[in-house]
Antibody
Framework: EVQLLESGGGLVQPGGSLRLSCAAS????????MSWVRQAPGKGLEWVSA????????YYADSVKGRFTISRDNSKNTLYLQMNSLRAEDTAVYYC????????????????WGQGTLVTVSS | DIQMTQSPSTLSASVGDRVTITCRAS??????LAWYQQKPGKAPKLLIY???SLESGVPSRFSGSGSGTEFTLTISSLQPDDFATYYC?????????FGPGTKVDIK
């Protein structure tokens, strides 16, 4: 059974940093691209970033490019999202999601999702 | 970026009703479209990919159709478990985008 468990969310001041983690199990982690998708309170879904199975290719939404960094550790079956220079508009539940193929940017659907972790950016 | 719209934004229906949700893309996305169901406080769940392919384990009352810029999600006979918000997602480009969602509630 595929399981994705996010952690690392919390309250951070504007301009601050936070690192999210997503522990994966139930599938061969290194064989699949992974993504982060966020959802602001009461709002819709926004694709944030994706990384290929090997970690060699990364993709970002324009809204986070230059501030967020996606990475993965295939030896630990863990996906990360380093978020710097956080803004109030980054406040959202951040979901980790599995892509159905090894090489995906935003050009894949998402077949499994974690339960999400809430990031609140406020002073 | 490719913009996605959905209609209606809210839909009131009864158990047993046939329900259709429309999703439109600002430019052609071929068949690179997925549909998700989300319940309050829960993660989205994949229902349909490549416009009309049913994800494993999803009930056959869900179906998808369309190509190019116009797509539909149909629930043939609405069940109590189907009251939720539905999102479409285009994945034609390296920057995926979602529709704003359609909430299906009880009439």
């Amino acid at each position: 059974e595929v399981q994705l468990l996010e952690s690392g969310g919390g309250l951070v001041q504007p301009g601050g940093s936070l690192r999210l983690s997503c522990a994966a199990s139930g599938f061969t982690f290194s064989s699949y691209a992974m993504s982060w998708v966020r959802q602001a309170p009461g709002k819709g879904l926004e694709w944030v970033s994706a990384i290929s199975g090997s970690g060699g290719s990364t993709y970002y939404a324009d809204s986070v490019k230059g501030r967020f960094t996606i990475s993965r550790d295939n030896s630990k079956n863990t996906l990360y999202l380093q978020m710097n220079s956080l803004r109030a508009e980054d406040t959202a539940v951040y979901y980790c999601a599995k892509n159905p193929e090894s090489y995906c940017g935003g050009d894949c659907y998402l077949d499994y999702w974690g339960q999400g972790t809430l990031v609140t950016v406020s002073s | 970026d490719i913009q996605m719209t959905q209609s209606p934004s809210t839909l009131s229906a009864s158990v047993g009703d046939r329900v259709t949700i429309t999703c439109r893309a600002s430019q052609s996305i071929s068949s690179w479209l997925a549909w998700y169901q989300q319940k309050p406080g829960k993660a989205p769940k994949l229902l349909i990919y490549k416009a009309s392919s049913l994800e494993s384990g999803v009930p056959s009352r869900f179906s998808g159709s369309g190509s190019g810029t116009e797509f539909t999600l149909t629930i043939s006979s609405l069940q109590p478990d189907d009251f939720a918000t539905y999102y479409c997602q285009q994945y034609n480009s390296y920057s995926a985008t979602f529709g704003p969602g359609t909430k299906v509630d009880i009439k």
